[in-house]
């Protein structure tokens, strides 16, 4: 079996007997502003250590606040993201050199201040999402696998905001494609669909820069309107919601003790791997998420 992925939390990893499973999906839910993006971060610094490249991370916001990924990476990691533009025609040239194909952040939709869901939307709204979204696909695979081919294994999927249906979510629907068409399939063929007519120019770079898709871990981090923690942990799954395909489910909510609040997290699914039942308290302080 493929090593474990650390979180680089301590303790979370005891929590989850040794790490992450690679080549599996893991969800980790939770309201605004629980610590999921300091999780994340955390997830995808830590790859540095353990695989010699930190992680990526791909953020689907549309609205609302940053997710604050440049200010936790730099304060709690020290670690100054390089952005990933998607703007102009993909450069295949670009994609085999190690300095520029290796950037860290890509934010698809940008904070356009629009809605996510079909049921919010009107015909004309979600066709100029779903144009959108067809016009960045291109740079999508270009972000991943140029930086999959230079020795990055972890993805870190940010901004998905709550919906009753994840069937009825663009943004959920930007996650499964980018999950089952570029994560879970071999590597070869995530070059055809970026290179296209011109995978025969790039074939024996394609051979050269081979990696294993079952080395890769990805983290979703989504938006509950749940945030208390009992009421997370009692919230049915829907049957076809990513949820139930994870692998790996992680809760975070509040907490009540008498008059006091506090957060604490739960391991809810940890599939093929023992892990610990506690609901366990944690903390976020300068350096991060702590366990307590």
């Known amino acids: 079996m493929n090593q474990r992925l650390k979180t680089g939390i301590e303790g979370l990893d005891e929590l989850l007997g040794g790490g992450l499973l690679p ?98 939307l009107d015909s004309d709204g979600w066709r100029q999402w779903k144009a959108e979204q067809t016009r960045k696909l291109d740079h999508t695979i270009a972000f991943l696998y140029g930086n999959f081919v230079h020795g ?53 770079q394609v051979t050269e820069h081979a990696y294993d898709r079952n080395d890769l871990g990805c983290l979703l981090l989504a938006t509950s309107h749940e945030v208390m923690l009992d009421d997370l942990i009692s919230r049915p799954i829907e049957s076809g919601d990513v949820m139930s395909g994870a692998n790996t489910i992680i809760l975070m909510g509040k907490t009540r003790d008498g008059n006091r609040m506090g957060r604490a997290l739960y391991v809810a699914k940890h599939r093929g791997s023992a892990c610990e039942e506690s609901i366990v308290p944690y903390q976020i302080d300068d350096s991060g998420i702590r366990l307590v």
């Open 152 to 204: 990055v294994r972890r993805l870190v999927v940010d901004g998905v905001e709550p919906v009753e249906r994840a069937a009825e979510s663009i943004q959920f629907e930007m996650f499964e494609y980018v999950y089952h068409q570029v994560l879970m399939k071999e590597h070869d063929w995530v070059a055809r669909d970026l290179f296209r007519v011109g995978y025969r120019d790039n074939e024996a």
């Open 23 to 120: 080549g599996k999906l893991t969800v980790v839910l939770g309201a605004t502003g629980i610590g999921k993006t300091q999780l994340g971060v955390s997830f995808a610094d830590h790859g540095r250590q353990q695989e010699g490249q930190r992680g990526v991370v791909f953020d689907l916001t549309s609205r609302g606040d940053s997710q604050n990924h440049f200010e936790y990476a730099a304060s709690q990691r020290d670690w100054e993201m390089a952005v990933y533009s998607a703007i102009g025609r993909v450069d295949p040239e670009l994609i085999w050199d190690p300095v520029k194909a290796r950037q860290d952040y890509l934010h698809l939709f940008e904070h356009s201040g629009r809605r996510v869901t079909a049921g919010d």
